[in-house]
T-cell receptor
Framework: KAGVTQTPRYLIKTRGQQVTLSCSPI?????VSWYQQTPGQGLQFLFE???????NKGNFPGRFSGRQFSNSRSEMNVSTLELGDSALYLC?????????????FGEGSWLTVV | SQKIEQNSEALNIQEGKTATLTCNYT??????LQWYRQDPGRGPVFLLL?????KEKRKERLKVTFDTTLKQSLFHITASQPADSATYLC????????????FGTGTRLQVTL
């Protein structure tokens, strides 16, 4: 079956703009989480959604937001982009939160802020 | 403060040898710990999960140990091959934090002929 699909794969934005990234989880998976990966900080948890509800949120400013739709697809939005937001944004899906369910990552969206 | 530490220096080993990667954590009470492989420009791929009450897990050439007293997990790749060259990440879920995974910064493994 198809894996986690993230779009777009690459994008370049200007400081101050906003960006929306999309994630389609594996069919049947209802939990979606988002991570930011940078060379300096590694993989950092942004937030997790299950059944259209945000269950957990990492330590990121309010400029970072997300949502999940009834079909489990998820989007994340970053407003008022800063240079430091340049990163690989990874989406991961699992059947349900916790309990050691395996999470599967997408290939990520590379965001460059100039 | 809470920390997950992996050796930031690359690990270079010869083909056929056993690679051993270390993950140490501080101020966590992990419900379980996972290991992932990440190739350049790709998302991490799940390899193994070990729970707090397990000492060792194996899968083909991979072995993970978990010592909650030492607060350490070791990841072994036996009979390593050049195709095993990648960055390996450990991640843990702290008890009481739902399903949030916290990742180490990863160790890059380079297997040479």
């Amino acid at each position: 079956k198809a894996g986690v699909t993230q779009t777009p794969r690459y994008l370049i934005k200007t400081r101050g703009q906003q960006v929306t990234l999309s994630c389609s989880p594996i069919s049947g998976h209802r939990s979606v989480s988002w991570y930011q990966q940078t060379p300096g900080q590694g993989l950092q948890f942004l937030f997790e959604y299950f059944s259209e509800t945000q269950r957990n949120k990492g330590n990121f400013p309010g400029r970072f937001s997300g949502r999940q739709f009834s079909n489990s697809r998820s989007e994340m939005n970053v407003s008022t982009l800063e240079l430091g937001d340049s990163a690989l944004y990874l989406c991961a899906s699992s059947l349900a939160p916790g309990s050691g369910n395996t999470i599967y990552f997408g290939e990520g969206s590379w965001l460059t802020v100039v | 403060s809470q920390k997950i530490e992996q050796n930031s220096e690359a690990l270079n080993i010869q083909e056929g040898k056993t690679a051993t990667l270390t993950c140490n954590y501080t101020n966590y009470s992990p419900a379980y710990l996972q290991w992932y492989r990440q190739d350049p420009g790709r998302g991490p791929v799940f390899l193994l999960l070990i729970r707090e009450n397990e000492k060792e897990k194996r899968k083909e050439r991979l072995k993970v140990t978990f010592d909650t007293t030492l607060k350490q997990s070791l990841f072994h790749i036996t009979a390593s091959q050049p195709a095993d060259s990648a960055t390996y990440l450990c991640a843990l879920r702290d008890t009481g934090t739902a399903s949030k995974l916290t990742f180490g910064t990863g160790t890059r493994l380079q297997v040479t002929l």
